[in-house]
Nanobody, 120 residues
Framework: VQLVESGGGLVQAGGSLRLSCAAS????????MAWYRQTPGKERERVAA???????YDADSVKGRFTISRDNAKSTIYLQMNSLQPEDTATYYC???????????????WGQGTQVTVSS
């Protein structure tokens, strides 16, 4: 599985961005997927995840502001980010599990990341 993120950029606080992650491979609909983010010196954080059954999970830090979704016909997942704050600045990574459901372990496949910068 190859993953390619897009949609990052610079936005002012309070603004919105939508990240996309296009996946290759025929098993996409059977993969749970997730978005992670990381800033230098901090641990990687799982921001949101979605199972093959479309059950979603959000980190407390983004709950009510970020929404993960998937389009199996396009082999793509999305992360709609609203009410962005400077603390949301990070490199955002798309990841695919080799399971149908979201599990605590590290996903097997990773994208190259896309930078999101929120100015105050």
């Amino acid at each position: 599985v190859q993953l390619v993120e897009s949609g990052g950029g610079l936005v002012q606080a309070g603004g919105s961005l939508r990240l996309s992650c296009a996946a290759s491979g025929s098993s996409f609909r059977n993969n749970a997927m997730a978005w992670y983010r990381q800033t230098p010196g901090k641990e990687r954080e799982r921001v949101a995840a979605i199972s093959a059954f479309r059950t979603t999970y959000d980190a407390d830090s983004v709950k009510g502001r970020f929404t993960i979704s998937r389009d199996n016909a396009k082999s793509t997942i999305y992360l709609q980010m609203n009410s962005l704050q400077p603390e949301d600045t990070a490199t955002y990574y798309c990841a695919a599990f080799s399971t149908l459901v979201v599990v605590p372990s590290t996903p097997r496949y990773w994208g190259q990341g896309t930078q999101v910068t929120v100015s105050s």
